[in-house]
Nanobody, 125 residues
Framework: EVQLVESGGGLVQPGGSLRLSCTAS????????VGWVRQAPGKGPEWISS????????YYSDSAKGRFTFSRENAKSLLSLEMFYLKPEDTAVYYC??????????????????WGQGTQVTVSS
């Protein structure tokens, strides 16, 4: 059974930083492209970032570029999302996601096959 488990969410002030983690099990982690998707209250899923299975290709949405850093450690089946200069509009449930590596890296939420349960990030003073 594929399991993705996020951790690290919480309440942070505007301008602050937070690090999310995601551990994977039940898959050969190095065969999967991975990503982060978030969903704010009343809104649809928003793709944030993707990383290819070989760690070679990395992509960010405009909202994440320059503020978020996505990394993976295949030996530990671990993903990390470091978020800096957080804004109230970053408030959302954050999900890690995975897709068996193919010709292209996923760029939208619906392209992923496996999801974690999500972790809440709230940016507020």
């Amino acid at each position: 059974e594929v399991q993705l488990v996020e951790s690290g969410g919480g309440l942070v002030q505007p301008g602050g930083s937070l690090r999310l983690s995601c551990t994977a099990s039940g898959i050969t982690f190095g065969n999967y492209d991975v990503g982060w998707v978030r969903q704010a209250p009343g809104k649809g899923p928003e793709w944030i970032s993707s990383l290819s299975n070989d760690n070679y290709s990395q992509y960010y949405s405009d909202s994440a570029k320059g503020r978020f850093t996505f990394s993976r450690e295949n030996a530990k089946s671990l993903l990390s999302l470091e978020m800096f200069y957080l804004k109230p509009e970053d408030t959302a449930v954050y999900y890690c996601a995975a897709k068996l590596a193919g010709e292209t890296v996923p760029f939208t939420a619906c392209e992923f096959d496996h999801w974690g349960q999500g972790t809440q990030v709230t940016v507020s003073s």
